[in-house]
Nanobody, 123 residues
């Protein structure tokens, strides 16, 4: 069992930055793929970025060059550095963990979820 707790959300003006953190419980954190998803009102949950246990990284096209995902296995924490934020980045951001090496970009493929943190970008 893995428990995930996100932090770092908030209100920021367009062009600003935020850094999200996700603290994970469990001793096998380093074996899990970790991901960040987001869900805006009226929209489906979508992947933003993910990092495998090997360090392979995926970014959704709209955040490439602006967002950076990283992990610190010693601290059981994954981060999402978000720069050049846009109003369309406004959403609840969720941390997710998946023990299977066959993880994918669809939310139903991920087993463990945090409670979410709100990110609001004003224009």
């Amino acid at each position: 069992q893995v428990q995930l707790v996100e932090s770092g959300g908030g209100l920021v003006q367009a062009g600003g930055s935020l850094r999200l953190s996700c603290a994970a419980s469990g001793r096998t954190f380093s074996n899990y793929a970790m991901g960040w998803f987001r869900q805006a009102p009226g929209k489906e949950r979508e992947i933003v970025a993910a990092i495998s246990w090997r360090g392979n990284i995926y970014y959704e096209d709209s955040v490439k060059g602006r967002f950076t995902i990283s992990r610190d296995n010693a601290k059981n924490t994954v981060f999402l550095q978000m720069n050049s934020l846009k109003p369309e980045d406004t959403a609840v951001y969720y941390c997710a963990a998946e023990p299977s090496p066959q993880w994918g970009t669809l939310s139903y493929l991920w087993h463990y979820w945090g409670q979410g943190t709100q990110v609001t970008v004003s224009s």
